[in-house]
């Protein structure tokens, strides 16, 4: 919701407010910097009293938020607030309860598992800026934040009470426990451990890195590819494109980690929004561009999810992972702001796509010194 939509209200509400894009992509990150901020707080309440106790009702807050949004008056402040308030309720609502619970019940296969049940962003971000698109096209861009707040409620409340299983139902080894006698206290350090080796630091940067660059391009997609005269509907379907590269990086990039050394995975994954970024902005091969960036939208979190279980366990993972999310998040912010604030300036995205792929390459160079795994895979767990 937060990334793949939000491009297609750029151009309506900054026609209707006079607005540019720099104001506009201010509101975005702070909704991404206020969620930044929450999620060592919301990791550290999954870890302490569960999944589903954490997400449920605060779901149900950041749908009504999300909502609010369509509230919005011809005030700039009034509507990074109302972004921001979305921010704060919305970090229950990453990946972070869903990477959390798939870790405790899966080793040999996580990175797959993992991959198959976050996949859903991709299903999420290949249909939603259709739908969106079209209350907007036929209702105005307030509609469309009324939609979504009554969206997010009705399908992800019912699947977080359906199919969420605690991690501290189950054994090390991912069957059902018997009892809580039976259950085996799951290995790992604590956030302050993890906070003070060297892999963490190498993956929060890496991380940082990589969600200013990819999350900044696909955030400005719609007005970039609008701005070279394609049809809004069309470049609302091109956007389908990155949701079903998502699914798919999603997926291949579980399977790849459970059979190479992930980090090197990752780098071959981080190389492809380079391509990707110069694809689009020369405007030629634009699907090929698209299909680049939406494999490298699919590995982010995985990679932030896979690599924090295999370098700091799973004892403290809700936190540990909560803080290198938040990073993640932070450079999400810079990235939109970036963009939005060189073409406000010099008048084109070019600037902000240079120093991206400058970032990307320092990326893919960090992963090099992450080392061996200190938890490695248990080969006969599944």
């Given at each position: 919701?937060?990334?793949?939509?939000?491009?297609?209200?750029?151009?309506?509400?900054?026609?209707?407010?006079?607005?540019?894009?720099?104001?506009?992509?201010?509101?975005?990150?702070?909704?991404?910097?206020?969620?930044?901020?929450?999620?060592?707080?919301?990791?550290?309440?999954?870890?302490?009293?569960?999944?589903?106790?954490?997400?449920?009702?605060?779901?149900?807050?950041?749908?009504?938020?999300?909502?609010?949004?369509?509230?919005?008056?011809?005030?700039?402040?009034?509507?990074?607030?109302?972004?921001?308030?979305?921010?704060?309720?919305?970090?229950?609502?990453?990946?972070?309860?869903?990477?959390?619970?798939?870790?405790?019940?899966?080793?040999?296969?996580?990175?797959?598992?993992?991959?198959?049940?976050?996949?859903?962003?991709?299903?999420?971000?290949?249909?939603?800026?259709q739908f969106v698109e079209w209350l907007i096209r036929s209702y105005g861009w307030r509609s469309g934040f009324m939609g979504m707040g009554v969206l997010v409620i009705i399908i992800a409340v019912p699947s977080v009470l359906a199919f969420i299983r605690e991690p501290?139902?189950?054994?090390?080894?991912?069957?059902?426990?018997?009892?809580?006698?039976?259950?085996?206290?799951?290995?790992?350090?604590?956030?302050?451990?993890?906070?003070?080796?060297?892999?963490?630091?190498?993956?929060?940067?890496?991380?940082?890195?990589?969600?200013?660059?990819?999350?900044?391009?696909?955030?400005?997609?719609?007005?970039?590819?609008?701005?070279?005269?394609?049809?809004?509907?069309?470049?609302?379907?091109?956007?389908?494109?990155?949701?079903?590269?998502?699914?798919?990086?999603?997926?291949?990039?579980?399977?790849?980690?459970?059979?190479?050394?992930?980090?090197?995975?990752?780098?071959?994954?981080?190389?492809?929004?380079?391509?990707?970024?110069?694809?689009?902005?020369?405007?030629?091969?634009?699907?090929?561009?698209?299909?680049?960036?939406?494999?490298?939208?699919?590995?982010?979190?995985?990679?932030?999810?896979?690599?924090?279980?295999?370098?700091?366990?799973?004892?403290?993972?809700?936190?540990?992972?909560?803080?290198?999310?938040?990073?993640?998040?932070?450079?999400?912010?810079?990235?939109?702001?970036?963009?939005?604030?060189?073409?406000?300036?010099?008048?084109?995205?070019?600037?902000?796509l240079l120093l991206f792929g400058i970032a990307l390459i320092v990326s893919c160079l960090a992963m090099l010194l992450l080392g061996a795994y200190v938890y490695p895979p248990l080969r006969k767990n599944r």
């Amino acid at each position: 919701m937060g990334t793949y939509t939000f491009t297609l209200f750029i151009k309506p509400i900054g026609a209707e407010f006079g607005w540019g894009r720099g104001t506009l992509s201010a509101a975005n990150s702070s909704y991404i910097i206020c969620m930044a901020l929450t999620l060592p707080f919301v990791g550290a309440l999954m870890d302490r009293y569960g999944v589903r106790r954490v997400m449920v009702p605060a779901i149900v807050l950041f749908g009504i938020s999300v909502a609010a949004i369509a509230l919005t008056p011809a005030m700039p402040a009034a509507f990074i607030a109302l972004f921001a308030l979305a921010g704060i309720l919305g970090g229950v609502q990453t990946p972070i309860g869903y990477v959390k619970s798939i870790s405790a019940w899966f080793d040999a296969k996580r990175g797959l598992a993992m991959g198959i049940a976050i996949s859903g962003i991709g299903v999420g971000a290949a249909l939603l800026p259709q739908f969106v698109e079209w209350l907007i096209r036929s209702y105005g861009w307030r509609s469309g934040f009324m939609g979504m707040g009554v969206l997010v409620i009705i399908i992800a409340v019912p699947s977080v009470l359906a199919f969420i299983r605690e991690p501290f139902e189950t054994t090390q080894v991912g069957t059902q426990a018997a009892n809580a006698d039976d259950v085996t206290p799951l290995p790992g350090i604590s956030a302050r451990e993890a906070r003070s080796m060297s892999q963490f630091w190498v993956l929060a940067v890496a991380s940082f890195l990589v969600g200013m660059s990819v999350q900044g391009v696909v955030v400005h997609i719609f007005p970039l590819l609008t701005d070279g005269g394609m049809a809004p509907p069309v470049a609302a379907k091109m956007l389908a494109i990155i949701g079903i590269a998502t699914l798919l990086g999603r997926l291949l990039y579980g399977f790849l980690v459970d059979h190479f050394f992930a980090p090197y995975v990752s780098i071959l994954f981080f190389l492809l929004p380079i391509i990707g970024i110069y694809l689009l902005y020369s405007g030629s091969f634009i699907q090929l561009g698209l299909i680049a960036l939406g494999l490298a939208v699919g590995a982010e979190l995985d990679m932030i999810g896979y690599l924090g279980s295999r370098y700091f366990g799973l004892k403290s993972f809700g936190q540990i992972y909560g803080w290198i999310f938040s990073l993640f998040s932070i450079g999400c912010a810079v990235g939109i702001y970036v963009m939005g604030l060189s073409f406000d300036v010099l008048g084109s995205y070019a600037p902000a796509l240079l120093l991206f792929g400058i970032a990307l390459i320092v990326s893919c160079l960090a992963m090099l010194l992450l080392g061996a795994y200190v938890y490695p895979p248990l080969r006969k767990n599944r």
